[in-house]
């Protein structure tokens, strides 16, 4: 994702290469656990149609009590928490590389060439390897949050967490209504039943095709049904970026403004009340969660929980992690854990893309096949085995070169310029 790079003071803005001792280390710790723990919540949409990303009934055999259990556990503390806290890093970022520049027209001309650079990278992604994209909701949110980047700090930090609220209350409305007919609790008017049977049963023909095509089509039929069904897809995406990835970019940017990454937080309370927070998030998802798992999963009430509600009660979670990780990383700087985790946050674009292609590799049928197979808990031993490649594929790229390899052609073609990346040999 957005580099931590800082500038060395001696250079024009922009035009060296990023110095390892220029990082905001605990920016690239913080980095590194978001994009090992994002694969958690997307591993099932490489492994199965995208109705198994929030529904465990469509898992083979209906879904069995371990998916439902591990279903309420990754809604508790991962689906939506490492997706959000990605793009406050990613905020954060953008405003780590505006303050390299002394003129602030240069700053969002060199911003807006980053933005359409990731756009063009979200957009290939997309359609090659992943429909879950979110390089291209990046670009979008970001062109869009830098409207906001003269607000101060606190600003920033109320204007995203009140957006971000409404935006949450604004999803939770669109599956309200059929959820209430759903649970009995609401008279359905005319039609509404019915109307609300055949969308979810067109839903399951959906997942039906997608199981037939991606477990048993050529790359090339998988490509041409991302061709087809991207446009309206990609179309969904940038209104979610007004409804979270906005935000979500907005809190970052607000957040790298008040909270001091580089070094130890000061006070007690801040700390506390972080903690605090992520407690409150937890306990409410849990609540969420298991009304849910106990009433069977029924599709509108699942998808209240997954697309609306929880994308409230994810705020105060996604308000004190970043807090807590800042510290951690500052006071576990020299162990090996967190330099394995800042080197996986260096390379975290390279990481995430390449994770995309393994999966491909592993799953669609014309490759490893197993798309379709794997329940919950199987689908966690492939994310084991991503982690493993993350973790390691990051120490020793790094220990040859400055920058994971696209991090380093991003860097190249937003600045139209060649840098060079091996280091020098010792």
């Known amino acids: 994702m957005a580099s931590s790079d800082k500038q060395p003071a001696t250079a024009a803005p922009g035009a060296a290469p990023v110095l390892v001792t220029d990082r905001v280390a605990s920016l690239d710790v913080i980095r590194g656990i978001a994009v090992l723990a994002i694969l958690i919540a997307n591993v099932s949409g490489f492994a199965h149609p995208d109705l198994a990303y929030y529904w465990p009934p469509a898992l083979p055999g209906g879904g069995n009590d371990t998916d439902g259990v591990v279903w309420l556990a990754q809604l508790v503390t991962v689906d939506g928490k490492f997706r959000g806290l990605f793009t406050i890093l990613f905020g954060a970022s953008m405003l780590l590389f505006l303050d390299k520049f002394g003129s602030s027209r240069l700053a969002t001309a060199m911003q807006l060439r980053r933005l359409f650079w990731l756009l063009l990278f979200g957009l290939a992604h997309f359609f090659l390897l992943f429909r879950g994209d979110i390089l291209f909701s990046y670009a979008v949110a970001g062109a869009v949050s830098l409207m906001f980047i003269r607000l101060s700090g606190d600003r920033l930090l109320a204007l995203g967490i009140i957006w971000a609220v409404i935006g949450g209350l604004l999803s939770s409305l669109d599956y309200l209504t059929p959820a209430l007919i759903e649970a009995g609790s609401e008279p ?9 049977r055949e969308y979810w ?3 399951q023909m959906e ?5 037939a095509l991606i477990g048993s089509g050529s790359y090339w039929h998988i490509l041409s049904y991302h061709w087809q069904s991207g446009p309206s897809l990609l179309t969904s995406y940038v209104v979610f970026c007004f409804f979270e ?37 937890l306990g409410l998802n849990l609540v969420i969660g298991l009304y ?18 929880t994308g409230i009660t994810n705020l105060p979670f996604l308000l004190g992690l970043p807090v807590v990780l800042a510290g951690w990383a500052w006071r576990a700087r020299e162990g090996w854990l967190a330099q394995r985790l800042a080197l996986a946050g260096r390379m975290a674009f390279t990481n995430y893309i390449g994770t995309s292609l393994v999966m491909v590799l592993v799953f669609q049928g014309w490759a490893g096949g197993l798309f379709g197979q794997l329940h919950r808990m199987e689908m ?12 390691t594929g990051s120490r020793l790229w790094l220990a040859r070169f400055r920058q994971g390899p696209l991090e380093w ?9 060649w840098f060079p990346n091996r280091l020098p040999r010792s």
Not at 409 to 417: E, K, M, N, P
């Open 380 to 391: 966690l031993l492939v994310v084991a085995m991503g982690w493993a490649m993350m973790l």
């Open 409 to 417: 052609v991003w860097r190249c073609l937003s600045y139209w310029q």
């Open 292 to 309: 849910v798992l106990q009433a069977g999963f029924p599709p509108y009430q699942t998808q209240l929980a997954f697309f609306g509600l």
């Open 201 to 203: 049963a067109d839903q």
């Open 207 to 211: 997942a039906q095709l997608q199981h």
């Open 245 to 281: 990835t906005i935000p979500m970019v907005l809190i970052g940017m607000g957040l790298f403004r008040l909270v001091t990454f580089d070094r130890p937080q000061e006070g007690a309370a801040c700390n506390w009340l972080a903690i605090a927070g992520i407690a409150v998030s």
């Open 188 to 196: 359905a008017v005319e039609g509404a039943i019915s109307y609300y």
